[in-house]
């Protein structure tokens, strides 16, 4: 798959198979993360890769808006350097790289959070340096997916040809 179709493509998925990902697609997931480009590459980020099953069950319970991590084979907590002007920009270019690594796979995933991850860096006994911008579940998904079905605002209404409002052509 080409990273454009990639991109066309993916979409979010909450329910999984239960089936785990191999543990060769899970470290290409992380890898795709610590391979993204970083300002001034400062790298601002951590990854705490959850696989164990009792562990994903309380990070669902943690991370509130995400009740379907517990069926997840894993999931990624990305947690980015508090001192940094640019983690959170860079934490969500990783947090992109890895969905679409993931997808090429066949794996499928979503974001949770961006708020209140208290809770999850607790869990996943982050330190205080850090602040946990978010946890990416990852899983083959229970439903087959339309690949592109996607309802997006035509392209003349989210983007402009050198000043807001003059139509991109």
């Not at 696989?51 to 808006?65: I, N, Q, V, Y």
């Not at 087959?144 to 035509?154: A, E, F, Q, Y």
Request: a positive charge; glycine letters at 8%; charged letters at 25%.
């Amino acid at each position: 798959m080409d990273v454009f179709d990639a991109i066309r493509t993916v979409l979010a998925v909450r329910s999984y198979e239960d089936r785990e990902v191999p543990a060769d697609v899970v470290r290409q997931i992380v890898e795709a993360g610590r391979l993204t480009a970083s300002s001034k590459n400062g790298q601002p980020w951590h990854f705490v890769v959850v696989r164990d099953r009792e562990m994903l069950r309380r990070l669902a319970g943690a991370a509130t808006s995400g009740p379907y991590v517990a069926q997840a084979s894993c999931a990624i907590a990305v947690a980015v350097e508090r001192d940094s002007p640019f983690g959170v920009s860079d934490g969500s270019r990783a947090i992109q790289s890895m969905v679409l690594a993931a997808w090429e796979a066949g794996v499928g995933s979503n974001w949770i959070g961006f708020r209140e991850m208290t809770a999850v860096a607790e869990l996943l006994a982050v330190p205080d340096t850090f602040d946990v911008l978010g946890v990416v579940s990852f899983g083959y998904p229970a439903q087959r997916i339309g690949r592109g079905k996607k309802r997006r605002k035509p392209l003349a209404e989210v983007a402009s040809s050198e000043r807001f409002g003059t139509p991109f052509a």
